[in-house]
């Protein structure tokens, strides 16, 4: 079974500053996908940014980009120049794209707290 | 993007009632449903698989008899709590899965926005 390990149970940053977030996984499937979601104090789910592990270059949105390392089965997200509303919970997850329910598997998460 | 509907946003209700909980696709058919329960400060957890017009694949741990799941169109899935207690009192979220290719596919789930279930 896939699992997804996020060793960071809470973070902070001040603001303007950057941050790093550390998410392992460990799987024997050879094609995936990996996510980082946002989920702010109003409990809404938003989708960050999205590796394909057939890509070597990592994926990057705005401020936010990863660092992917497949052999390493490591993928970290990179917050640059912090803001206020960055402050919240932040799942890794991971999807086998073979399979057929498409089931994400979820990290326990980590509290960035921006301070300013 | 994607558009997924949940109702309600927030419910409470009294011990030994039944809730409903709608998790709807708005601009999109979704071939996959899934329901999540999430506990403060704590990661999601999945607790069903739904697809249209097949019964739901529940999660190890979770009761099909307490967590009803009908999946009636491409469009439309329901989630029941019957006879809440207060220890069913969580955050439920749903969200919808729409195939491997065309608009929206780009992400695997598209999430609602949650329904927080109070049990008095």
């Known amino acids: 079974a896939q699992t997804v390990t996020q060793s960071q149970p809470e973070m902070s940053v001040q603001e303007a500053e950057t941050v790093t977030l550390s998410c392992t996984y460990d799987?024997?499937?050879?094609?995936?996908?990996l996510f980082w979601y946002k989920q702010p104090p109003s409990r809404q789910m938003i989708l960050v940014i999205r590796q394909e592990a057939y890509k070597q270059q990592n994926a990057t949105e705005n401020r936010f980009s990863v660092n992917f390392q497949k052999a390493a089965k490591s993928f970290s997200l990179k917050i640059s120049d912090s803001q206020l509303g960055d402050a919240a919970m932040y799942f890794c997850a991971y999807v086998n794209s073979g399979g057929s329910n498409y089931k994400l598997t979820f990290g326990k998460g980590t509290l960035l707290t921006v301070n300013p | 993007g994607a558009v997924v509907s949940q109702h309600p946003s927030w419910v409470i209700c009294k011990s030994g009632t039944s809730v409903k909980i709608e998790c709807r696709s708005l601009d999109f058919q979704a071939t996959t449903m899934f329901w999540y329960r999430q506990f403060p400060k704590q990661s999601l957890m999945l607790m069903a698989t739904?697809?249209?017009?097949?019964?739901?694949?529940?999660e190890q741990g979770v009761e099909k008899d307490k967590f009803l799941i009908n999946h009636a169109s491409l469009t439309l899935s329901t989630l029941t709590v019957t006879s809440a207690h207060p220890e069913d009192s969580s955050f439920y979220i749903c969200?919808?899965?729409?195939?491997?290719?065309?608009?929206?596919?780009?992400?695997?789930?598209?999430f609602g926005d949650g329904t927080r279930l109070s049990i008095l």
């Open positions: 799987t024997s499937e050879s094609d995936y996908y």
């Open positions: 739904s697809n249209e017009g097949s019964k739901a694949t529940y």
């Open positions: 969200s919808a899965r729409v195939g491997n290719t065309g608009r929206y596919s780009n992400q695997p789930q598209h």
